[in-house]
């Protein structure tokens, strides 16, 4: 008889442009009890990670991937986290029947799926269960028209979820952006996590066929199979080195963190954000953190905004770990770093600590290609 530690177990990438809402989405679907025994991996792009600190639910573990893109600096690494998790399997210390992979908004998904599909081991013990993509409603214009990642992501999709469109800016802008989505992914579903559409059983389960997509996405495929992922031909923080492919990433994104030590006024940290939402709005691909506040002490805020686009705060019930400290991850294109600290330690009255690698970061920032 066929032993079932050797069936195939479904994997499903999760993607989409930055803040389009994949670890809200996440959340969502790991509270189902279908998602019960899902590994996640968790690739996010900058020197501190916090997006696995919010992905909790019974009968899900979570992996975080090292600080960098998860289709050029640390595709190695997706793939021995993957073997890990098969020896773990194996070996019975880890029991689960699914592996969920949430890349950083900025990953094109070609080399992701080619991680596993042109693996010998990998292909054989894992089968591709979907590509998930989602695509925010209020600034997915825009990012397909400025991100080539962003056109990556949506045209191999085998499931496309449209965010946001409960908004009044998402709802204006979500039919002729479906219009547009259509054209690049004729066959992918279109649903709508507004109306409850994106559930386990209608994102899962569909299997990757790229025969079922605009002709591109082999073509990106079959390149992707070609380049050499060793790690050594893709910059990482701090080697000066610059990008080998300028067309996956664009130096003019990077990614820095704000640390501060003690607590912070609340009057201080909204006159910060309106500022630099007023100043360089547009050039916020991503702003993400935890803020330790003077008032409650014991409680911290967690922020999250998209370009000029920011979510009411959330006065969370504690602390996802023990740090306690304020830390605030910014992703942005074409925007000084400097300015943004020099607002920060201007407006904050708070010592800053920068996060570890910071300088290096801002010596030599990452070099994204873009597709």
């Known amino acids: 008889m066929t ?35 899902t590994v996640v991996v968790i690739n996010e792009f900058g020197e501190i990670g916090l997006d696995h600190l919010f992905v909790e639910a019974k009968g899900v573990n979570t992996v975080l991937l090292s600080s960098g893109c998860l289709c050029c600096t640390v595709r190695g690494e997706l793939v021995s986290t993957l073997e890990d998790l098969l020896r773990d399997r194996d070996n019975g210390r880890l029991a689960f029947r699914r592996v969920v992979v949430e890349t950083t908004g900025l990953a094109d998904p070609a080399p992701v799926l080619q991680s596993v599909l042109s693996h010998p081991y ?38 496309l979820v449209l965010t946001k469109s409960d908004l009044p800016a998402g709802k204006a802008a979500a039919p002729s952006l479906a219009r547009r989505l259509r054209a690049l992914n004729p066959y992918a579903p279109l649903l709508d996590a507004a109306k409850g559409e994106a559930t386990p059983a209608a994102l899962f389960g569909r299997g990757f066929d790229p025969t079922r997509k605009i002709a591109d996405v082999s073509g990106w495929l079959a390149a992707a199979a070609d380049d050499d992922h060793s790690g050594h031909d893709h ?97 942005t294109r074409d925007l000084d770093e400097g300015f943004v600290r020099g607002l920060w330690d201007a407006l904050s009255g708070v010592p800053r600590v920068d996060a570890p690698d910071a300088a290096a970061l801002a010596d030599n920032p990452l070099s994204l290609r873009g597709g």
């Open 3 to 37: 032993d079932p530690r050797l069936e195939p177990i479904p994997l499903a990438i999760l993607t989409g442009f930055l803040g389009a809402g994949k670890t809200t989405l996440l959340n969502r679907l790991l509270a189902d009890p279908a998602m019960e025994g």
């Open 122 to 159: 990998l292909a054989l013990r894992f089968t591709i269960d979907a590509v998930v993509t989602l695509v925010d409603a209020v600034n997915g214009e825009g990012t397909l028209d400025e991100h080539a990642e962003a056109v990556k992501q949506a045209a191999v999709a085998d499931v």
């Open 235 to 331: 910059p990482v923080p701090g080697d000066g080195q610059s990008a080998v492919d300028p067309n996956r990433h664009d130096a003019h994104v990077r990614a820095f963190s704000l640390v501060s030590e003690r607590p912070v006024r609340g009057a201080a940290l909204e006159l910060f954000l309106d500022l630099l939402r007023s100043a360089h709005g547009p050039k916020l691909l991503r702003v993400k953190g935890l803020v330790a506040l003077e008032d409650p002490a014991d409680r911290p805020l967690l922020l999250h905004g998209v370009q000029h686009v920011f979510h009411p705060p959330v006065l969370l019930p504690a602390w996802p770990d023990a740090d306690r400290r304020t830390r605030l991850v910014f992703i």
